[in-house]
């Protein structure tokens, strides 16, 4: 799945975030560059279908935009 964050720097944040708290392989998909989105590639380890990585996800993301103190409109999971 791909999630794309307006922040270059809270995208590094996030990143770490998946790594330690879920267990993900998160790629960097291209270079963080000030003013463009980035985009991360996540994979969960396991027999996750769809829908269950999706769910995953999105919980992981709200944890983190609470924890953290992103905005929720600055992520979005595609």
Do not use: C
């Amino acid at each position: 799945m791909r999630i794309r964050v307006n922040d270059p720097d809270a995208a590094v944040d996030l990143s770490e975030f998946l790594k330690a708290r879920i267990g993900a392989v998160v790629e960097q998909l291209g270079q963080l560059r000030p003013g463009t989105p980035a985009e991360l590639e996540v994979s969960l380890l396991g027999s996750y279908g769809e829908e269950a990585l999706r769910e995953e996800l999105a919980a992981a993301l709200k944890r983190w935009s609470m924890l953290e103190g992103h905005r929720a409109a600055d992520v979005e999971l595609e």
